[in-house]
T-cell receptor, first 112, second 115 residues
């Protein structure tokens, strides 16, 4: 069974601070996705990273895929209250292109 | 709204009763997925359809669970003889093709509470 561990599980910070969320696995994934989920809604895709070492930026969010394609990080610069939500990483293995393996999520709260 | 639609959004049922959830995927998406999510956890894969064919089922999908997609459009997920452990949010998602190069779109989920 492939597992994705996210850390920290909970994070509460003040507006304007920076933060990093980590997603780690002992398994190799062909690609990895990050989602954000708000209460009562389904996850919404933020980014897909495919190449080992890849870095993608989405405004104040920076996503990195580890060289070995086993881990990833999400860095948020100058967090805003609107960034509050559950951040989920999800791995796609080369053996099954039809299902995502999700991490347990990081609940981020940005206080004004 | 042309997103993935799920109903009912919330269902409270007594233990032992049967429940059915419906999912209407984005039009022309031939792939449809069901996931289950409990509080504090990420979604867990349950099953997957390509058109009307159910191609993959997780071991989480016990005999009490059945999913159908009879005409390759909407799908239903039925849980028979519900147990308290079935309480969760059931998420439906669809995509036009494989994950690589195609985004998967999730619905807002159907919350099930078994009392």
């Amino acid at each position: 069974t492939q597992l994705l561990e996210q850390s920290p599980q909970f994070l509460s910070i003040q507006e304007g601070e920076n933060l990093t969320v980590y997603c780690n696995s002992s398994s190799v994934f062909s690609s990895l996705q990050w989602y954000r989920q708000e209460p009562g809604e389904g996850p919404v895709l933020l980014v897909t990273v495919v190449t080992g070492g890849e870095v993608k930026k989405l405004k104040r969010l920076t996503f990195q895929f580890g060289d070995a394609r086993k881990d990833s990080s999400l860095h948020i610069t100058a967090a805003q209250p609107g960034d509050t939500g559950l951040y989920l990483c999800a791995g796609i293995s080369s053996g099954s292109a039809r299902q995502l393996t999700f991490g347990s999520g990081t609940q981020l709260t940005v206080l004004p | 709204d042309t997103g993935v639609s799920q109903n009912p959004r919330h269902k409270i049922t007594k233990r032992g009763q049967n429940v059915t959830f419906r999912c209407d995927p984005i039009s022309e998406h031939n792939r449809l997925y069901w996931y289950r999510q409990t509080l504090g956890q990420g979604p867990e894969f349950l099953t997957y359809f390509q058109n009307e064919a159910q191609l993959e089922k997780s071991r989480l999908l016990s005999d009490r669970f059945s999913a159908e997609r009879p005409k390759g459009s909407f799908s239903t997920l039925e849980i028979q003889r519900t147990e308290q452990g079935d309480s969760a949010m059931y998420l439906c998602a669809s995509s036009p093709g494989t994950f690589s190069g195609n985004t998967i779109y999730f619905g807002e989920g159907s919350w099930l509470t078994v009392v």
